[in-house]
């Protein structure tokens, strides 16, 4: 990895921000990518652009969550649709925004300052999906970590039609009900889900070492992220959360499926809750 200067991920710190000012600091043509970065956007062309940022309120993709989308404008009158947004492959901690100048002879120059904006209604809807998440894992922790032979929280996905925890162990299909029970039980008691930030000591004096994330996952010196979901359970997580649980709204536990020793649950947020 390429020692940079660090994207500043303002949605970590404020997941309220849906619109920001911050400075351009590079534009890159598609074609000028390298390979590994053009790899992380396969729907890229010649007429696409990746837009660095000093600041970001888009959440990129990763931890399971899918990239926001929204837009970037210039104080000229230039303005760039953000189809998508990835860590930079080569650069560590930078932000990637890919997308399309709205006008192809109207583009940003560095140094520019612009408005970026959000898509609201995408975010809250991964926001809350993130957040279900935390909750259906907590759930099948507390029903099933004395229960299930190597019990362990493997990873997530929280896309809208994918969305799933697995796990480590074999969860037979008559926890699904239980596991529904206990879902329903931590959306309806409107736990607060607070991110905070621990240090190693932070994770040691609470009995959850398992949780240590990579140290290469943060700058040195700098904090892990956690989201502390009150009275359930604690996540390493850099993603977007509902301030309480019952924000998710109805979540239905759809099915488990299992396969070479492990066991995923997939489960859904309804379309319509807020």
Not at 61 to 70: I, T, V
Not at 71 to 82: E, L, P
Not at 233 to 254: I, M, S
Request: a negative charge; one cysteine or more.
């Amino acid at each position: 990895m390429t020692s940079t200067v660090r994207t500043f991920l303002a949605f970590q710190h404020n997941a309220k921000l849906h619109n920001l000012q911050t400075i351009v600091r590079a534009i890159h043509p598609f074609p000028a990518l390298e390979e590994s970065n053009r790899q992380l956007f396969k729907q890229g062309t010649d007429a696409d652009h990746v837009v660095v940022t000093d600041q970001t309120i888009f959440h990129p993709q990763g931890g399971g969550q899918p990239s926001d989308e929204g837009t970037m404008t210039s104080a000229s009158g230039a303005a760039f649709t953000v189809a998508a947004v990835r860590m930079d492959a080569v650069r560590e901690g930078q932000v990637l925004h890919f997308g399309r100048f709205t006008t192809a002879s109207t583009v940003f120059s560095e140094g520019d300052t612009v408005e970026q904006a959000i898509d609201t209604d995408k975010r809250l809807l991964y926001s809350r999906l993130h957040t279900a998440g935390h909750v259906l894992g907590a759930a099948v922790r507390h029903l099933l970590e004395k229960e299930v032979e190597d019990f362990e929280e493997l990873k997530a996905s929280h896309f809208p039609d994918s969305a799933a925890c697995e796990f480590q162990g074999v969860i037979e299909g008559k926890w699904k009900d239980p596991i529904q029970q206990k879902v329903n039980e931590f959306v309806a008691a409107k736990l607060p889900v607070e991110v905070e930030w621990w240090d190693e000591e932070d994770f040691r004096k609470r009995g959850l070492e398992r949780l240590l994330p990579d140290r290469s996952l943060v700058a040195p010196g700098e904090k892990f992220r956690v989201v502390n979901v009150v009275g359930a359970e604690v996540y390493p997580c850099g993603g977007t959360h509902v301030d309480t649980t019952d924000l998710c709204g109805p979540t239905t536990v759809r099915k488990i499926t299992r396969k070479a020793g492990k066991s995923k649950v997939s489960y859904t947020v309804s379309a319509g809750s807020h």
